[in-house]
């Protein structure tokens, strides 16, 4: 016998809503946390683009060796030379970010921005062509990608400036409002009656 769609639903809605109320006080806890460290990322956003920096460097470092690693055993595949050559971009571009985290930082606000100019002006372009079926709605998008230029625009002038606090100040930022979106939920779901 099979469950009807919408019954379904309503029951993994319940499971999932009894499971964030038994372990609310591990939602909140975490919540607590990541705005902490969000916090002091914002207090110390030079530190935290340099930490971020590097974790990043780590990150294409390991997933270079390992790149490297999985080409050399699978020579006779197709696009051997392809892969080799990504293996070798991702670990020099971890070595660079590791020797020199300050440049790295620079190089990651470069894409920062490059990330803000394209969802801006794909922001912008999409409210204005939905305009229509996207009644009442249509601006919040047109000043979202309006924001998102505003931002590359700040970055990009202030470099190489910027480049010491941006990627830290996000993440910061980022962070706290990840940790109050946990604690929210949390403190909801343990004032919800429990689902059925």
Same mark, same amino acid.
């Given at each position: 016998?099979? *469950?009807?769609?919408?019954?379904?639903?309503?029951? %993994? !809605?319940?499971?999932?809503?009894?499971?964030?109320?038994? #372990? &609310?006080?591990?939602?909140?806890?975490?919540?607590?946390?990541?705005? +902490?460290?969000?916090?002091?990322?914002?207090?110390?956003?030079?530190?935290?683009?340099?930490?971020?920096?590097?974790? *990043? !460097?780590?990150?294409?470092?390991?997933?270079?060796?390992?790149?490297? =690693?999985?080409?050399?055993?699978?020579?006779?595949?197709?696009?051997?030379?392809?892969?080799?050559? &990504?293996?070798? =971009?991702?670990?020099?571009?971890? *070595?660079?970010?590791?020797?020199?985290?300050?440049?790295?930082?620079?190089?990651?606000?470069?894409?920062?921005?490059?990330?803000?100019?394209?969802?801006?002006?794909? !922001? /912008?372009?999409?409210?204005?062509?939905h305009r229509r079926e996207l009644s009442g709605r249509?601006?919040?998008?047109?000043?979202?990608?309006? /924001?998102? +230029? *505003?931002? $590359?625009? /700040? +970055?990009?002038?202030?470099?190489?400036?910027?480049?010491?606090?941006?990627? !830290? +100040?996000?993440?910061?930022?980022?962070m706290i409002m990840g940790g109050v979106a946990l604690?929210? %939920?949390?403190? #909801?779901?343990?004032? $919800?009656?429990? $689902?059925?």
């Amino acid at each position: 016998m099979s *469950v009807p769609e919408d019954e379904r639903a309503e029951l %993994i !809605g319940a499971v999932v809503a009894n499971a964030v109320r038994e #372990h &609310s006080t591990f939602f909140i806890v975490e919540g607590v946390i990541l705005v +902490l460290l969000g916090a002091l990322a914002i207090f110390l956003p030079l530190f935290a683009t340099i930490t971020i920096t590097i974790i *990043v !460097g780590w990150i294409f470092l390991a997933s270079g060796i390992i790149g490297l =690693i999985t080409t050399f055993g699978m020579r006779g595949v197709p696009g051997f030379w392809w892969s080799l050559v &990504s293996a070798l =971009i991702a670990i020099g571009a971890g *070595v660079v970010l590791l020797m020199q985290p300050i440049t790295g930082a620079l190089s990651l606000t470069l894409i920062l921005i490059v990330f803000f100019v394209v969802e801006g002006v794909a !922001g /912008i372009m999409y409210a204005l062509e939905h305009r229509r079926e996207l009644s009442g709605r249509w601006e919040w998008v047109l000043v979202s990608g309006i /924001i998102d +230029l *505003v931002l $590359a625009g /700040i +970055l990009f002038a202030g470099l190489p400036g910027t480049a010491a606090w941006a990627i !830290g +100040l996000l993440v910061g930022i980022n962070m706290i409002m990840g940790g109050v979106a946990l604690v929210a %939920i949390a403190v #909801h779901a343990r004032s $919800a009656l429990p $689902a059925c």
